[in-house]
């Protein structure tokens, strides 16, 4: 079974940075592809950024493209978004996910973390 363990939320004011980490473990890390969504309140949860299970491919939301940057760490077992000029409509819960061998961002993820709170004051 996988485990993912998100972390790196926080408050930040407008404009500035975090970099969130998403460590998994129970599966050889480098056949997961990699997934960021998000959820504020009151809303459904939307994609924000994948990583191919190979590196290879990256996918963003138009919302957060130019500002964020997905990456992994084979060695570490760990996944990053680093998020840039952050405003406060990125205000949400970011949730990293996996799935096998993936290629593209669309389809099911088979695993999921519990969450990181990211919180953007204006």
């Known amino acids: 079974q996988v485990q993912l363990v998100e972390s790196g939320g926080g408050l930040v004011q407008a404009g500035g940075s975090l970099r969130l980490s998403c460590a998994a473990s129970g599966r050889t890390f480098s056949s997961l592809a990699m997934g960021w969504f998000r959820q504020a309140s009151g809303k459904e949860r939307e994609f924000v950024a994948f990583?191919?299970?190979?590196?290879?491919?990256?996918s963003y939301a138009d919302s957060v493209k130019g500002r964020f940057t997905i990456s992994r760490d084979n060695a570490k077992n760990t996944a990053y978004l680093q998020m840039n000029s952050l405003k406060p409509d990125d205000t949400a819960v970011y949730y990293c996910?996996?799935?096998?061998?993936?290629?593209?961002?669309?389809?099911?993820?088979?695993?999921w973390g519990q969450g990181t709170q990211v919180t953007v004051s204006s």
């Open positions: 996910a996996a799935k096998a061998w993936g290629v593209y961002y669309t389809g099911n993820y088979e695993y």
């Open positions: 990583i191919s299970y190979s590196g290879g491919g990256t």
